[in-house]
């Protein structure tokens, strides 16, 4: 299809360096300016999640934007979808259309939640026991594969133009890299970046081993549907945050080779090896992990 040959020289040549260059800086940034303080090798641990990510990459590069620019191209010529059905003009449908992408993928994310299948593949990314930029990488092939099927029915069914939809998707990985990374940002500035996007703080909370934390702010690039769905946490100290997911709390065992088989795995209970369950109550907000004599305090 002709319009393919012209969307991915875009993609690659403009969108993948300025994103490239946004994830070198947030990497060497979060060096300096840390939020959380890191368990782990960092170095390791980015060694592991770039591996998990290389199959991912080829799925996002050979299948994903194909079949996002097709849906989107199929959609526009059609006139098929919400945003042509409405018959706003082409501003109104650009600004709608981003808006749904971006809700739409509010709702991809709970249901990694909360189907179990999904969920399986989901908590590789979750799995990870520190949080930085990589981490945003860290998606099991089989989930990048299964969100080729929603993502594009999601654009034919918004009716999002092509060009739209890759614009979208820089946003949207950009806003990844930036929410997984673990830069600390003046508190007051955060929290205007808050109003209209979702922050390394916000997103933090969301890799809790605290179950409520864990199913709660599943934005990608807007805070709004979490707010709207009462899903939105804020005000918890960044160092009382315990990342990861309780059943894998041993770092040694997440080996690249494990991560790729963790999907065949049962779905393990929500409790931490010794069989306790992590709660924050309203007094005491730290978590004390097994054989820890206290939790870290939060010096803001």
Not at 43 to 72: E, K, Q, Y
Not at 144 to 156: E, H
Request: proline share 6%; charged share 20%.
């Amino acid at each position: 299809m002709p319009k393919l040959r012209f969307y991915f020289p875009w993609f690659d040549r403009k969108a993948f360096p300025v994103l490239a260059g946004l994830v070198a800086g947030l990497y060497l940034l979060e060096e300096v300016l840390v939020l959380r303080e890191q368990h782990q090798s960092k170095v390791r641990r980015s060694v592991i999640n770039t591996a998990v990510a290389a199959s991912g990459f080829a799925v996002v590069r050979a299948a994903l934007l194909p079949v996002m620019i097709w849906a989107g191209t199929v959609a526009s010529r059609r006139r098929f979808g919400l945003v042509h059905w409405l018959g706003l003009p082409r501003p109104a449908r650009y600004v709608l259309g981003f808006l749904l992408l971006d809700y739409t993928n509010y709702f991809w994310h709970v249901l990694t939640h909360n189907v179990p299948l999904l969920f399986r593949l989901h908590r590789v990314h979750h799995s990870d026991m520190d949080m930085d930029v990589t981490t945003g990488f860290r998606f099991h092939l089989g989930e990048q594969v299964f969100s080729i099927l929603y993502r594009g029915g999601m654009i034919a069914l918004i009716g999002a133009d092509p060009r739209l939809v890759l614009e979208y998707e820089a946003v949207f990985e950009g806003c990844t890299a930036f929410h997984h990374s673990n830069v600390r940002l003046p508190k007051r500035v955060e929290k205007m970046l808050a109003l209209g996007l979702i922050t390394p703080r916000a997103h933090g909370i969301h890799h809790s081993i605290v179950e409520e934390e864990f199913n709660s702010n599943f934005g990608v690039v807007f805070p709004f549907w979490d707010r709207l769905h009462g899903t939105h946490r804020w005000e918890l100290p960044q160092q009382q945050v315990v990342i990861g997911m309780p059943a894998y709390r041993d770092a040694r065992s997440l080996t690249v080779s494990r991560l790729h088989t963790m999907p065949w795995e049962p779905i393990r209970p929500w409790a931490l090896p010794d069989g306790s369950v992590p709660r924050r109550g309203a007094a005491d907000r730290t978590i004390v992990e097994p054989g820890d004599s206290q939790s870290a305090s939060e010096g803001e």
